[in-house]
C-alpha cells in the first residue's frame, strides 16, 4: 500500500523543477530580446542626432573660371642635351703629366687642356730629322752624279743606258727625302699634340682620366660641352606630323624650375618613321644665354598648333565626368552644389579646360578631387588673414 504514495510524490517533484526551467528559459528570451530593442534605439537615437560634417576649403582649393584664349597643342617630353658637344681624346700615346681642367671648369677654344709626356716623342723626331739630314746628303750626291753624265752624255762619251741609270738613282734619292720630309712633319705634329687643347669652348663635363696615368691613342681624357644652344629631341604621333612645321614655336618646363616657362623652336623634323612606335621625332632648338639649363635635364611641355579665341576657362583638375556628363561643385548656401557644365578644348600644357555653357566668368569651384564630395554636403570657404 505505501508504494503507490511514494511514485506519486517523486512524479510531482520532477514536474515542478520542469515548470522552473522552463519559465527560466522564457524569462531569458524575454530579456535579450527587450535588450536587443534597446540597443537598436540607442543607435538609431545617436544617428538621428548625429551631425553632417561640414568641408573646409581654403583659397587655393578654389578655382575662379577666367577668360583665356587656350592653345591647341601636342604634349612632348624629352631630354636636353647641348648641341655642341666634344670628347678630348688623346692624340699621341704616352703618360699623362697634366692635366689642367676640373669637371665644372669653363674653357676657351685653345686652351690647354692635358699634357702628355714628350721624351718618346723627341728621340723620334731628332731621329726622323737625322734620317732626312743623310737622304738629303744623298741626293746631293746623285744630283752631281747626273748632271755630269748628262754633260758626258751630249759629249757621247757614255751610253744612253748609263746616263739612265744615273737618272733612276737621281729620282730615287728625291723621293726618299721626300718621304724623310713627311716623317719629320709626322714627328713634328705628334709632338706638339701632346700638349692637349680645347676644340670647343665651353665647360668640362667628365674627366676621364688623371695625371700620371698613360694612356694610348684615341683614349678619351674629358668631355666637354657648350650649354649656349640646347637641343630637346621628343617624339610625336605620326598624325600630328601635318601640322608641324620648321620654326613652330614650342613651349615647356623643366624639373626644379618651378613654373618658370621655357620657349623653343622647332629645329628639324626626322623624315623616317620609328615603325614600332608609330612615331616621329623632333629636334627642339632651345636658347640657353645664361646656361641655367644643364644636359640631361627632363622637359615636358607642348607644340603650339592653334590658338583659339577667348574664352572662359577653370583647371582640368575641377571637372567630373559621370554617365557622360561634366559637372563640378560649387558652394551655394553654405552646401556644396552639382553644376552641370559643357566643356570644350583642352590644354595639356596649362592644364586648362573651356566651359562653354553652364558657368559665367568669375563663378568659384572646388578645384580639388575628395572622396567626400558630394551635393549637399556642408561646405564653407574659410578665409586667411593677410598679416
Given at each position: 500500500m505505501n508504494q503507490p504514495t511514494a511514485i506519486s510524490s517523486t512524479s510531482r517533484s520532477t514536474g515542478r523543477w520542469g515548470l522552473l526551467f522552463v519559465a527560466l528559459v522564457l524569462f531569458v528570451a524575454v530579456a535579450g530580446a527587450f535588450w536587443q530593442r534597446s540597443q537598436a534605439k540607442a543607435a538609431t537615437s545617436d544617428k538621428a542626432n548625429e551631425a553632417p560634417v561640414t568641408l573646409e576649403f581654403n583659397s587655393t582649393d578654389i578655382a575662379t573660371v577666367e577668360v583665356k584664349a587656350l592653345a591647341r597643342s601636342i604634349s612632348i617630353s624629352g631630354s636636353l642635351q647641348p648641341v655642341m658637344q666634344s670628347v678630348v681624346k688623346a692624340a699621341v700615346a704616352g703618360e699623362v703629366l697634366r692635366l689642367a681642367v676640373r669637371e665644372g671648369d669653363t674653357v676657351r677654344r685653345?686652351?690647354?687642356?692635358?699634357?702628355?709626356?714628350?721624351?718618346?716623342?723627341?728621340?723620334?723626331?731628332?731621329?726622323?730629322?737625322?734620317?732626312?739630314?743623310?737622304?738629303?746628303?744623298?741626293?746631293a750626291v746623285a744630283r752631281n752624279n747626273r748632271n755630269t753624265n748628262e754633260s758626258l752624255l751630249v759629249q757621247k762619251f757614255?751610253?744612253?743606258?748609263?746616263?739612265?741609270?744615273?737618272?733612276?738613282?737621281?729620282?730615287?734619292?728625291?723621293?726618299a727625302v721626300r718621304w724623310a720630309d713627311a716623317q719629320v712633319t709626322l714627328a713634328r705634329k705628334a709632338l706638339a699634340d701632346a700638349v692637349v687643347r680645347a676644340p670647343i669652348?665651353?665647360?668640362?663635363?667628365?674627366?676621364?682620366?688623371?695625371?700620371?696615368?698613360?694612356?694610348?691613342?684615341?683614349?678619351?681624357?674629358?668631355?666637354?660641352?657648350?650649354?649656349?644652344?640646347?637641343?630637346?629631341?621628343?617624339?610625336?604621333?605620326?598624325?600630328?606630323v601635318p601640322?608641324?612645321?620648321?620654326g613652330q614655336a614650342v613651349q615647356f618646363a623643366v624639373d626644379g624650375f618651378g613654373t618658370r616657362p621655357f620657349v623653343g623652336r622647332v629645329d628639324r623634323i626626322n623624315p623616317q618613321t620609328e615603325a614600332a612606335a608609330r612615331a616621329i621625332k623632333l629636334f627642339i632648338a632651345v636658347?640657353?644665354?645664361?646656361?641655367?639649363?644643364?644636359?640631361?635635364?627632363?622637359?615636358?611641355?607642348?607644340?603650339m598648333l592653334s590658338l583659339a579665341a577667348p574664352t572662359?576657362?577653370?583647371?582640368?583638375?575641377?571637372?567630373?565626368e559621370e554617365a557622360g556628363q561634366s559637372y563640378v561643385f560649387a558652394i551655394e548656401g553654405g552646401k556644396l552644389a552639382k553644376v552641370a557644365v559643357s566643356t570644350g578644348m583642352k590644354d595639356e600644357s596649362t592644364g586648362?579646360?573651356?566651359?562653354?555653357?553652364?558657368?559665367?566668368?568669375?563663378?568659384?569651384?572646388?578645384?580639388?578631387?575628395?572622396?567626400?564630395?558630394?551635393?549637399?554636403?556642408?561646405?564653407?570657404?574659410?578665409?586667411?588673414?593677410?598679416?
Open positions: 685653345g686652351d690647354v687642356i692635358a699634357e702628355i709626356a714628350t721624351t718618346d716623342l723627341r728621340s723620334r723626331l731628332d731621329a726622323a730629322i737625322a734620317d732626312q739630314e743623310e737622304r738629303r746628303a744623298r741626293l757614255i751610253s744612253k743606258n748609263a746616263f739612265d741609270q744615273m737618272q733612276g738613282n737621281y729620282e730615287a734619292a728625291e723621293a669652348a665651353g665647360q668640362v663635363a667628365k674627366r676621364q682620366v688623371n695625371a700620371g696615368e698613360r694612356v694610348s691613342v684615341d683614349a678619351p681624357l674629358v668631355t666637354l660641352v657648350d650649354l649656349a644652344r640646347l637641343e630637346l629631341e621628343v617624339t610625336v604621333p605620326v598624325s600630328d601640322e608641324i612645321h620648321i636658347p640657353n644665354p645664361d646656361a641655367s639649363l644643364k644636359g640631361g635635364m627632363f622637359a615636358q611641355g607642348g607644340v572662359p576657362v577653370l583647371p582640368t583638375s575641377a571637372v567630373f586648362l579646360t573651356a566651359v562653354t555653357s553652364g558657368l559665367q566668368p568669375g563663378a568659384q569651384v572646388v578645384r580639388i578631387r575628395m572622396a567626400s564630395l558630394k551635393a549637399g554636403t556642408p561646405a564653407v570657404l574659410r578665409m586667411v588673414a593677410k598679416s
